[in-house]
């Protein structure tokens, strides 16, 4: 089972991810935050099933981060 890019809190990210991840590097610069991204990934075999995970960090210097996660199936 798919499911879709989304933010921590669970809110869906609509666009493809590749624009996603520009507007907010754009918009963090436009505000003057530096940023560092990292980019992880994970996966867990549950009976027949292996469950991967991916995420994006942002990491805001002295100011936070957010993310957004990718789950399938």
Known sequence: ME???RRFNGDQIKLPIID???QALEREQ???NRL???I???SQVRGKTCEFATVIV???EHRGGF???HNES
Do not use: P, S
């Open 3 to 5: 499911k879709k890019w």
């Open 36 to 38: 560092k991204v990292c």
């Open 67 to 69: 993310m957004f996660i």
């Open 30 to 32: 436009a505000l003057g």
């Open 58 to 60: 942002f990491v805001r």
């Open 20 to 22: 996603a991840v520009e």
């Open 40 to 42: 992880g990934t994970d």
